[in-house]
């Protein structure tokens, strides 16, 4: 039981480059989250999706595209990658959602944008 | 909005010394709090929770009750260690369980 996994763990990108960051989890949990954790700003959250098949904006959407490929996987996608851009990027899972909504957190990307 | 504010870090500590650790939060309704735990180079951990007013969470020492009146979940620990140091986070959970609304973190520090 692996619990969150996250691909890459480091990444190096030059502005305008593209990328996917990967992430799955294997508990069978229905909602799944992207996070980005910048120094003094904790974890701000990027976009979630509550189920397979629905997505939607958190508080920092621009700049990043999503898809739940199934219900096991959510990544997270840079299209034209920036500077501001640079940051530790986490995904959670959780299953039970509402006032139940523990998350258990992937180990991280740390990405850098030249 | 729901909103989540924590004491500015650093603290540091020496070994055995009492933590608190404060934690106020802005919500409608009657949220869910959280404290999660990141050590370094490592994602965030569950450390406690609680789902209702007058709740207190516990675990590996560390303790929170959830005070409705003073919209309040301090983090408290009666005798840090070494092992402890690491960047803690508040967090809440609204009904509707969209997401979780973290604080910034504060980074505890101990000394031997």
């Known amino acids: 039981n692996a619990g969150v996994t996250q691909t890459p763990k480091f990444q190096v990108l030059k502005t305008g480059q593209s990328m996917t960051l990967q992430c799955a989890q294997d508990?069978?949990?229905?909602?799944m989250y992207w996070y980005r954790q910048d120094p003094g700003m904790g974890l701000r959250l990027i976009y979630y999706s509550a189920s397979e098949g629905t997505t939607d904006k958190g508080e920092v959407p621009n700049g990043y595209n999503v898809s739940r490929l199934n219900k096991r996987e959510f990544s997270l996608r840079l299209e034209s990658a920036a500077p501001s851009q640079t940051s530790v990027y986490f995904c959670?899972?959780?299953?039970?959602?509402?006032?139940?909504?523990?998350?258990?957190f992937g180990p991280g990307t740390r990405l850098t944008v030249l | 909005g729901n909103s989540v504010t924590q004491m500015e870090g650093p603290v540091t500590l020496s070994e055995e010394a009492f933590l608190t650790i404060n934690c106020t939060y802005t919500?409608?309704?009657?949220?869910?709090l959280f404290w999660y735990v990141q050590y370094p180079g490592e994602g965030l951990q569950l450390l406690l929770k609680?789902?209702?007013?007058?709740d207190k969470g516990s675990n590996k020492g560390f303790e929170a009750t959830y005070r409705k009146e003073t919209t309040s979940f301090h983090l408290e620990k009666g005798s840090v260690q070494v092992s402890d140091s690491a960047v803690y986070f508040c967090a809440l959970s609204d009904r509707s369980g969209t997401a979780l609304i973290f604080g910034k973190g504060t980074t505890l520090s101990v000394s031997s």
């Open positions: 508990m069978n949990h229905n909602s």
């Open positions: 609680a789902t209702k007013a007058d």
């Open positions: 959670a899972s959780s299953g039970a959602g509402g006032i139940y909504n523990e998350q258990f």
């Open positions: 919500a409608t309704g009657y949220p869910s």
